[in-house]
């Protein structure tokens, strides 16, 4: 399945956004990995005592220092600093639609896939609560998105989301991971 994803990705001419004005760049890795099972993608719970988006399921990623070369390298910096994985032991596959978050980020997901399993995860107890192994047919099935009702200035909103046990994975996150999943309708 890497190979397949690889080969959608190279094709694929992600959205661009330019917000007015700029927004802090941040770079997020929607990171597979095979395992008994088939692929699965890796979140994280994040930890009650981060600034934004606690107790939210996430992909690891977070905002671009001044010192990275790119936005690619952001993401795997910071999925290093938050699940402890080695950029060398990613391989970047692709990636995906930027996307401008309600706390006001603008985010730029990247696709990549873990070359070993099982991994030593590593997670900063600062950030990370725990992490998922969420199957990627678990993902797939539509028995398994549900609808998230948000009100927003007085007026209820349904958006996109998926169960996982007792996780939700909803918001920027879950809008991330449509994208990646409509891309893969083309492998069925």
Same mark, same amino acid.
Request: proline share 10%; glycine share 8%.
């Given at each position: 399945?890497?190979?397949?994803?690889?080969?959608?990705?190279?094709? #694929?001419? %992600?959205?661009?956004?330019?917000?007015?004005? %700029?927004?802090?760049?941040?770079?997020?890795?929607?990171?597979?990995?095979?395992?008994?099972?088939?692929?699965?993608?890796? @979140?994280?719970?994040?930890?009650?005592? =981060?600034?934004?988006?606690?107790?939210?399921?996430?992909?690891?990623?977070?905002?671009?220092?001044?010192?990275?070369?790119?936005?690619?390298?952001?993401?795997?910096?910071?999925?290093?600093?938050?699940?402890?994985?080695?950029?060398?032991?990613?391989?970047?596959?692709?990636?995906?639609?930027?996307?401008?978050? =309600?706390?006001?980020?603008?985010?730029?997901?990247?696709?990549?896939?873990?070359?070993?399993? %099982? #991994?030593?995860?590593? @997670?900063? %107890?600062?950030?990370?609560?725990?992490?998922?192994? =969420?199957?990627?047919?678990?993902?797939?099935?539509?028995?398994?998105? =549900?609808?998230?009702?948000?009100?927003?200035?007085?007026?209820?909103?349904?958006?996109?989301?998926?169960? @996982?046990?007792?996780?939700?994975?909803?918001?920027?996150?879950?809008?991330?991971?449509?994208? @990646?999943?409509?891309?893969?309708?083309?492998?069925e």
């Amino acid at each position: 399945m890497r190979d397949a994803i690889r080969r959608l990705l190279s094709a #694929y001419q %992600p959205a661009r956004q330019q917000p007015d004005p %700029p927004l802090p760049a941040a770079g997020v890795l929607i990171l597979l990995h095979d395992r008994p099972g088939g692929p699965h993608i890796i @979140f994280q719970k994040r930890t009650d005592r =981060v600034r934004d988006h606690k107790g939210q399921v996430s992909f690891p990623g977070g905002v671009m220092d001044p010192g990275d070369p790119d936005i690619r390298y952001t993401a795997l910096r910071e999925t290093h600093e938050e699940i402890g994985v080695h950029p060398e032991h990613v391989e970047t596959l692709g990636e995906l639609d930027q996307i401008v978050t =309600v706390s006001n980020f603008l985010v730029t997901p990247f696709v990549g896939w873990l070359d070993r399993y %099982p #991994y030593r995860w590593r @997670f900063s %107890p600062e950030e990370v609560a725990y992490l998922l192994e =969420v199957p990627l047919d678990h993902l797939r099935d539509p028995r398994n998105h =549900v609808p998230d009702r948000r009100i927003v200035n007085g007026r209820e909103y349904i958006f996109p989301a998926y169960q @996982f046990g007792d996780d939700l994975i909803w918001g920027a996150t879950a809008r991330m991971l449509g994208n @990646f999943l409509d891309l893969l309708r083309a492998l069925e």
